[in-house]
Nanobody, 126 residues
């Protein structure tokens, strides 16, 4: 089992930036992909970005492509989400997650992910 802890959320004005971190511990050698999801008020949890644990193969949702950058530091067992040009619609609780199995590595469905952090709140004011 992998334990995940997110940090870095906060309140920012529209157009600003934040960097989220997700620290992994436990069976990190089995962590082939790390993903970020978010859940806004009254909305379903949605995929944001994912990265291969070796730092390759980044994917982004259309809503954040060109504004967010996902990266990883294998020495620190940490994945980051650099969020730029933030918009009020980016307001959400952001979670990092690990898929249930390698065959689900590129899934964007929350139910295919078995390990989740507790989430970190991001609020973007207009």
């Amino acid at each position: 089992q992998v334990q995940l802890v997110e940090s870095g959320g906060g309140l920012v004005q529209a157009g600003g930036s934040l960097r989220l971190s997700c620290a992994a511990s436990g069976r990190t050698f089995s962590t082939y992909v790390m993903a970020w999801f978010r859940q806004g008020p009254g909305k379903e949890r949605e995929f944001v970005a994912s990265i291969g644990w070796s730092g390759d193969s980044m994917e982004y949702s259309d809503s954040v492509k060109g504004r967010f950058i996902i990266s990883s530091d294998n020495v620190k067992n940490t994945v980051y989400l650099q969020m730029n040009s933030l918009k009020p619609e980016d307001t959400a609780v952001y979670y990092c997650a690990v898929p249930r199995s390698p065959v689900l590595s590129r899934s964007r469905i929350p139910g295919h992910f078995g390990s989740w952090g507790q989430g970190t709140q991001v609020t973007v004011s207009s």
